[in-house]
């Protein structure tokens, strides 16, 4: 399921709540917020061994602390959620650093499974912030109302937290909808929030009118000056590209 941008409707230019007079409509006891995580969207599936996949390609020997959490009675059981790196600035085993959260956990997710693993053992394992459930114990839940899907999320991950306390599943809170929530995620270094209908079902693939997103952003024109090639089985395909901006002064 992915979210409807309202980036359009937003005047970052302006100052306090009028910034957010376009989505005031959002701003009821129908919707909630969550914080937006910048990392790597993920689906844990729970069996006799747990699968960490990004869409049809299987992570889990990248994450053996995920793997690793079988619990038979929850088998069938689809959470989806964000995976997040432990830090933003992390050493890969190639011996690159990274510079945000996103690059970090999108390296940890790409990686070789050894090389993910060598860099969880040196600067901590990786986190899975669960926002909803797919299925539960094979019986699939995206019919339900949010609201519902909600309160079973909520007892998976307290189950999986008791059984597995090092397993690395949490939950992402929940927040009423209001303009305070979006400076509040802010303010937290989020990259804004997701705004969610607590009646809506579950759309798998579809842009929803369930859910919206809400992202501070900025943006500035460049051009490409230069690439680095894929390394770590990436070989044969470009691993980074260089982007020149122009300043104020028409320097490169």
């Known amino acids: 399921m992915k979210a409807r941008d309202l980036r359009s409707r937003i005047d970052w230019t302006a100052t306090g709540e009028a910034r957010f007079a376009g989505i005031s409509e959002f701003f009821t006891?129908?919707?909630?917020?969550?914080?937006?995580?910048?990392?790597?969207?993920?689906?844990?599936?729970f069996g006799r061994t747990s699968n960490v996949a990004s869409s049809s390609v299987n992570r889990s020997d990248n994450f053996p602390h995920l793997r690793d959490a079988v619990d038979p009675e929850m088998a069938g059981?689809?959470?989806?959620?964000?995976?997040?790196?432990?830090n933003a600035i992390i050493q890969t085993h190639t011996g690159t650093w990274t510079d945000s959260l996103l690059?970090?956990?999108?390296?940890?997710?790409?990686?070789?499974?050894?090389?993910?693993?060598l860099t969880q053992e040196r600067f901590g394992p990786a986190e899975f912030h669960a926002f909803d459930v797919l299925a539960c114990r094979g019986e699939s839940t995206l019919d339900l109302p949010l609201s519902i899907r909600r309160q079973i999320?909520?007892?998976?991950?307290?189950r999986l937290r008791d059984r597995f306390p090092k397993c690395g599943v949490t939950l992402v809170p929940q927040f009423c909808?209001?303009?305070?929530?979006?400076?509040?995620?802010?303010?937290s270094d989020h990259e804004g929030v997701m705004i969610k209908r607590l009646s809506g079902p579950y759309?798998?693939?579809?842009r929803s009118i369930h859910w919206f997103k809400a992202k501070a952003f900025s943006s500035a024109d460049g051009f490409i000056c230069g690439f680095a090639p894929g390394m770590s089985g990436n070989e044969g395909m470009v691993g980074?590209?260089?982007v020149a901006v122009m300043s104020t002064d028409g320097a490169v």
Do not use: F, H, Q
């Open 177 to 187: 909808s209001s303009p305070s929530s979006i400076d509040r995620a802010l303010a």
């Open 153 to 158: 999320l909520e007892v998976v991950a307290g």
């Open 103 to 117: 690059n970090a956990s999108v390296a940890l997710t790409n990686s070789r499974p050894e090389g993910s693993v």
């Open 240 to 242: 980074s590209i260089e």
């Open 203 to 206: 759309e798998p693939g579809k």
């Open 29 to 45: 006891p129908e919707w909630v917020m969550e914080p937006k995580y910048d990392g790597c969207r993920l689906r844990l599936e």
């Open 77 to 86: 059981t689809v959470l989806d959620g964000e995976l997040l790196a432990p």
